[in-house]
């Protein structure tokens, strides 16, 4: 069982920067999708950004040229970096590595 930990989470005001990481436990071998998502008080879960194993990503319109999605497949870690955060962007955000679910990191936007 692949182990998946979220970190990174916390209160920011608007207009600010966080980044998000997630690491993985161990590697995972052949082709699988990483991804960000997300899930407020009230909504469904939400997919932000996602990430193949070779490389292609791709953001949802709400956070697109906002956030940024990446990885590191040396340290099994994935980014999210998030900049110009708005209220609407608070969520509790979970990391999914292939079919593994973190936990979930708290960001909470507000003055």
């Known amino acids: 069982q692949v182990r998946v930990v979220e970190s990174g989470g916390g209160l920011v005001q608007p207009g600010g920067s966080l980044r998000l990481s997630c690491a993985a436990s161990e590697s995972i071998s052949g082709d699988y999708i990483m991804a960000w998502y997300r899930q407020a008080p009230g909504n469904q879960r939400e997919l932000v950004a996602a990430i193949t194993s070779g490389g292609t990503k791709v953001h949802s319109n709400s956070v697109k040229d906002r956030f940024t999605i990446s990885r590191d497949n040396v340290t099994n870690t994935m980014y999210l970096q998030m900049n110009n955060l708005k209220p609407e962007d608070t969520a509790v955000y979970y990391c999914?590595?292939?079919?593994?679910w973190g936990q979930g990191t708290q960001v909470t936007v507000s003055s």
């Open positions: 999914k590595w292939h079919v593994y």
